[in-house]
């Protein structure tokens, strides 16, 4: 127990109570060795169908394994034509991570053909904005009103077919509520106001002693008639 305490001392990360993890392993909200994404505290899943594929009975596929990348605000589709969500700027992208973001994470128009393709078949770096999600408890939840601009562009260009119906809706609302989820976002509440309880602790203390003080003076009358207190 010790040897394990000291470990999730030395290696754990707080953070992980109320941020999620990206493809990469990596902590949103957390400065790390290949990017840093103090400013990136959202986690989106990328891939709508397996966000569907985990929210069916018996499916097998589970929410935690599926495809998430840390952001800065959740996407939402484009009005007028069909935004896109990429992976992080590495390998054969030639971006930096702020280029990135300043493009609202969207480099479909510069991969190759065989990369456009990969993307068609959601098997990225590039994914479709089709629906709009919130942020809620920093996770991107998708909302059931798929736009019918996106899918229409999305079909044009022969992609794969996306599933739309209100499982989408209820697979993160599901994770996003469930008992453990909740009690990490009481534990991260109370990591994050930790301060807070130590200055109303230390006001308490003192005044309590303070009182405990003068309840204990009082007055004794000496031979000589004078009050000594004590």
């Known amino acids: ?9 030395n290696q754990g990360n707080p953070l992980r109570l109320n941020f999620g993890l990206d493809y990469k392993g990596n902590v949103c909200g957390c400065k790390h060795k290949d990017f840093n994404l ?8 990328v891939n709508p169908n397996h966000v569907y594929q985990s929210g069916l009975k018996n499916s097998g596929v589970k929410l935690s394994n599926a495809r998430t990348i840390c952001l800065l605000d959740c996407p939402i589709p484009s009005k007028d034509s069909l935004n896109w969500v990429c992976d992080y700027p590495e390998g054969d992208v030639r971006l930096l991570l702020d280029d990135w973001i300043d493009m609202n994470y969207d480099y479909f128009a510069d991969l190759t ?19 709009p999600s919130v942020n809620v408890y920093w996770s991107c939840q998708f ?44 534990v ?6 930790w301060p ?14 303070a009182m405990a003080f003068n309840d204990s003076t009082f007055c004794n009358r000496n031979a000589m008639g004078y009050c000594i207190f004590v």
Request: net charge positive.
């Open 188 to 193: 991260a509440d109370v990591g994050k106001s």
């Open 1 to 9: 127990m010790i040897v394990n305490s000291s470990f999730g001392f």
């Open 38 to 45: 103090r400013e990136l505290e959202l986690k989106y899943h």
């Open 196 to 209: 807070v309880l130590i200055v109303w602790r230390t006001l308490a203390s003192t005044f309590i002693n």
């Open 113 to 131: 053909p065989e990369l456009r393709n990969t993307s068609l078949q959601l098997q990225g770096p590039c994914y479709p904005v089709i629906f």
């Open 143 to 186: 909302i059931d009103r798929p736009s019918n601009v996106s899918l229409t562009h999305w079909k044009q260009m022969n992609g794969v077919t996306i599933n739309d119906d209100m499982v989408i809706d209820k697979s993160i609302h599901n994770s996003i509520n469930a008992r453990s989820s909740v009690l990490k976002r009481y």
